[in-house]
């Protein structure tokens, strides 16, 4: 298995442009994760999903930040506008079946700079 | 709210040196317990996870954890360390009844000199 993808991998762009970030869950997955690393912060859950569904988006930042899960095996988060403050690493996790016991299989991250 | 503390936020040792990292949470129900690793380079994985039985854990790579419910923590130990364990540690959290939001601590850095 491949495990969770994540595309791009480093990202710069300037101030006011709309950034988007894929993931790719692992294949069976049921539930779906975003993550965003930062120093100050460390490892905060933006939204997970749940059979493509938003569980809870109580994480993400402000409006300027949605995520998408049209199918089972594709998410995107999406900023508009981005901001220099959006500046971290980005994750996307997958588990298998939803349970809260469930391991969370972690993609290698987007790196995001926001100049 | 739930938070999670990981009392070091750098740690050094020398190899075969004995490692304890300490975490503690905040919640005061039924949780699940877990420890994620990220080595240089590479994507968080999990080393071990705690949510019923037998409140000491054994991980990958010689690692566990001891679950001591009264003290709110879950402290991961191994007995000797390896150059190869340089890493960050990731101690975490969720409701045991379901909760699907997983608390991380902000993570430890360990870095182990041959």
């Known amino acids: 298995d491949a495990g969770v993808i994540q595309s791009p991998r480093h990202e710069v762009t300037e101030m006011g442009q709309e950034v988007t970030l894929r993931c790719k869950p692992i294949?069976?997955?049921?539930?779906l994760f975003w993550y965003r690393q930062t120093m100050m912060r460390g490892l905060e859950l933006l939204i997970y999903?749940?059979?493509?569904?938003?569980?809870?988006d109580s994480g993400m930042p402000e409006d300027r930040f949605s995520a998408k899960m049209p199918n089972a095996s594709f998410s995107t988060l999406k900023i508009q506008p981005s901001e220099p403050r959006d500046s971290a690493v980005y994750f996307c996790?997958?588990?298998?079946?939803?349970?809260?016991?469930?391991?969370?299989?972690f993609g290698p991250g987007t790196r995001l700079t926001v100049l | 709210a739930q938070s999670v503390s990981q009392h070091n936020h750098h740690v050094i040792l020398s190899e075969a040196a004995s490692l304890e990292l300490g975490c503690n949470y905040s919640?005061?129900?039924?949780?699940?317990l877990f420890w994620y690793v990220q080595y240089p380079g590479q994507h968080l994985q999990l080393l071990l996870k705690?949510?019923?039985?037998?409140?000491l854990v054994k991980g990958i790579k010689g690692f566990e954890a001891e679950f001591i419910k009264s003290k709110f923590s879950f402290n991961l130990r191994k007995p000797s360390v390896q150059w190869s364990d340089t890493a960050e540690y990731f101690c975490?959290?969720?409701?045991?009844?379901?909760?699907?939001?997983?608390?991380f601590g902000a993570g430890t850095r360990l870095f182990v000199k041959a």
């Open positions: 999903f749940n059979n493509n569904v938003p569980i809870d």
């Open positions: 996790a997958s588990s298998p079946s939803g349970r809260n016991t469930d391991t969370q299989y």
């Open positions: 975490a959290v969720n409701e045991g009844t379901g909760g699907f939001k997983t608390i």
């Open positions: 705690y949510f019923s039985g037998d409140p």
């Open positions: 294949s069976g997955h049921n539930s």
């Open positions: 919640y005061g129900g039924t949780v699940n």
